[in-house]
């Protein structure tokens, strides 16, 4: 739905109505997509309240380890599958409450030796982006977030595209919108690099982790 209440203008109350406001969805609010991934090409987002996108997977359980770097604070979760989301903030409590957002339904335990260990390789690539990453991966989103992303791991590191150059690659040309959203929506910073994604003019835009660490993300990976 495009807008989801406007006023009422009509000479007979409706019953049980509110007196000033009355929700609406008239037919030209209205568009009809076939599959949820038409419905993000043409720019809609999933309901942030109910969250249809997101598996719950009330039987999985992640593990969860916190390190510094020098963009902050780093956590990285990993399922039984493999890393699920790598979070950067400016506390441990903060990066934990995101996650908790993320994975509401799913059963959060405590670190453990490997998860520590990983985490310490992820913030030892984000000092060294020459060391590469190569991990299993747990990667949970949409049909169209998953092409965004695999988009975006075939982005050279030290090399930036637009919004729109994304959005060509994967075949959906028009749906620039959809592409930021999905950068934005991004659970795995570093390892799907959506921080390489500018602007059409090469200026950094909004960054999920901020524009800072966006913008020390690429002078690490230039090597200036």
Not at 166 to 172: D, K, Q, S, T, Y
């Amino acid at each position: 739905m495009m807008t989801s209440a406007k006023p009422m203008q009509q000479s007979q109350p409706a019953r049980n109505a509110d007196p000033r406001w009355t929700a609406i969805a008239t037919r030209e609010n209205v568009e009809f997509h076939a599959t949820a991934e038409e419905a993000e090409r043409a720019g809609f987002r999933p309901c942030k309240r109910c969250r249809p996108d997101r598996n719950p997977r009330a039987d999985a359980a992640l593990r969860a380890g916190i390190v510094q770097s020098s963009l902050g604070y780093v956590l990285v979760a990993r399922s039984a599958k493999g890393v699920c989301a790598i979070l950067l903030g400016d506390s441990p409590a903060l990066l934990e409450r995101d996650l908790r957002q993320r994975f509401a339904h799913v059963r959060l335990l405590g670190s453990d030796a490997d998860t520590e260990s990983l985490a310490a390789h992820v913030a030892r690539v984000i000092e060294n982006p020459r060391l590469g990453l190569d991990l299993p991966l747990d990667v949970r989103g949409t049909a169209f977030q998953q092409r965004v992303w695999r988009a975006l791991r075939a982005i050279r590191a030290g090399s930036t595209v637009s919004y729109a150059e994304v959005a060509r690659r994967i075949g959906a040309p028009r749906s620039v919108r959809a592409v930021a959203q999905a950068c934005a929506a991004n659970p795995l910073a570093v390892l799907i690099p959506c921080h390489r994604v500018v602007r059409h003019d090469g200026a950094l835009s909004g960054y999920r982790w901020g524009i800072e660490r966006k913008r020390a993300l690429l002078t690490l990976e230039s090597g200036r």
